[in-house]
């Protein structure tokens, strides 16, 4: 339902299904996405919490929570998330790639690079930042 665009639509059918059922975790999950979108990221982090907790292997769940505490600029806690979404499918290539950038941003440089690079190939710097574009072919 998100991919249709209606974002708010989205977010009332999935706090509905979680209503129907409260241990649905990966409504937790795609609500959590959605309230990210939206610009909620507090509530989004509280959503995407609760899925982990109803579904601890929940690659998914660990890879949107990874994401949401960077934008929330919890970086350390970003890399563990993203580590443990990797940990649980290693065909993760966008989550291999947002962790490659949470290693950068804390100034973990050379890994941060391998990970950008096993993720999608380059790796992007900004130069507003005293960093250059880089990029890898696999």
Not at 28 to 49: C, F, I, M, Y
Not at 98 to 109: D, E, F, P, T
């Amino acid at each position: 339902m998100k991919d249709l665009g209606n974002l708010k639509e989205a977010e009332i059918s999935y706090r509905k299904a979680i209503e129907i059922k409260l241990d649905y975790a990966e409504a937790h999950s795609n609500l959590g996405t959605v309230l990210r979108d939206l610009g909620k990221p507090q509530e989004a982090e509280v959503s995407t919490r609760k899925a982990i907790e109803l579904k601890p292997d929940y690659a998914e769940a660990h890879s949107n929570l990874g994401i949401i505490l960077k934008d929330l600029g919890k970086l350390q806690e970003a890399e563990v998330s993203l580590r443990k979404a990797i940990s649980l499918n290693k065909s993760l290539d966008n989550v291999i790639s947002a962790l490659g950038s949470v290693l950068m941003r804390q100034g973990k440089h050379k890994e941060g690079i391998q990970k950008l690079r096993e993720g999608n190939g380059c790796v992007i710097m900004d130069y507003r930042s005293s960093s250059k574009t880089i990029k890898f072919l696999k």
